[in-house]
């Protein structure tokens, strides 16, 4: 009863498992794989399994593999992509298990592997999600604060630049022509944000209508540039269902140390950017 159970579980399971060979030929592989592979039970068996599901390049290290678990007895769970019969690769995690003849020596390994592709792809979907403002798509307050921590690490030894922007006029724009405008405007300043910066700077959303730069060894002055080619880009007219509209932006930077807070850093520009929203707003009043 207890063989017949077994057999029936292999069988039935989707699951794939199999058993090869100390020589890594295929000795049993269950409905499951089959079905992965495209190939029947008999076109399996007696092949070697890097041939048939093995990515090529890790076909060395299951070959690798295999004379490890037959030298020590021990197989280690893993993680790696398999080949389906028509060439797509499927990721795979596996449960390895020795197995050993009457006398205790090792002479098979036998796996059980579950097909993760689509979680794992889920998984980072979610992780994806969790780092990014959902409105715009850049990184949120969040993810920009983990890379600022990163950036001013003591032992990387060079100054991290960081832009504070805060939306003039945006409450009008949202009590006038409602909150789809006012998203709209989000996303396209953002955008033009984006645009603006270069390879290894990060651009985020740090909440309501305030974004923030982050440089990596920007000193006071490549900060300044970039401040002005903000501002110069956000008062261009912005276009929405409600007609052209046009929003300015306070900008204030702040350069941090290796070794400063990400608190402090921050806390630095959003200063400086309350300055320059009070001198706009004092030349207004003139």
């Given amino acids: 009863m207890d063989g017949r159970l077994a057999r029936e579980f292999v069988e039935g399971t989707d699951a794939l498992v199999c058993v090869v060979a100390g020589d890594g ?5 269950n409905p499951a794989l089959q079905r992965l592979t495209g190939r029947s039970a008999e076109e399996l068996l007696g092949r070697p399994f890097w041939d048939v599901w093995v ?18 007895g021990r197989a280690h769970p893993q993680e790696g992509d398999w080949l389906t019969g028509d060439g797509r690769r499927r990721l795979v995690s596996m449960r390895n298990h020795v197995l050993t003849d009457d006398d205790g ?16 792809r889920w998984e980072a979907q979610l992780s994806e999600r969790a780092r990014t403002d959902r409105l715009t798509g850049i990184p949120n307050r969040g ?11 003591a032992d990387r030894g060079e100054v991290c630049g960081v832009l504070f922007c805060d939306l003039d006029g945006f409450k009008v724009v949202n009590d006038v022509h409602g909150h789809a405008v006012g998203d709209a405007v989000l996303v396209e300043v953002a955008a033009r944000l984006r645009s603006l910066a270069g390879p290894g700077e990060t651009v985020a959303r740090f909440g309501g209508d305030e974004f923030v730069v982050l440089c990596p060894g920007c000193g006071d002055e490549e900060l300044a540039r970039l401040a002005d080619r903000v501002e110069e880009q956000a008062a261009a007219p912005v276009p929405t269902a409600a007609g052209p509209l046009v929003v300015g932006v306070s900008v204030g930077g702040a350069v941090g140390h290796p070794g400063d807070s990400p608190d402090a850093v921050i806390a630095r520009a959003d200063r400086a950017m309350y300055g320059a929203k009070t001198r706009q707003r004092r030349r207004a009043e003139r």
Avoid: K, N
Avoid at 25 to 29: G, I, N, Q, S
Avoid at 55 to 72: F, G, Q
Avoid at 143 to 153: M, N, P
């Fill in 105 to 120: 020596r090792p002479y098979a390994v036998a796996c059980v592997g579950l097909d993760v592709t689509d979680q794992r």
């Fill in 25 to 29: 030929r295929v000795l049993l592989a």
């Fill in 55 to 72: 990515v090529p390049e890790h076909r060395e290290l299951a070959r690798d593999a295999i004379e490890r678990a037959m030298a020590t």
């Fill in 143 to 153: 993810t920009f604060f983990e890379e600022l921590d990163r950036q001013l690490a």
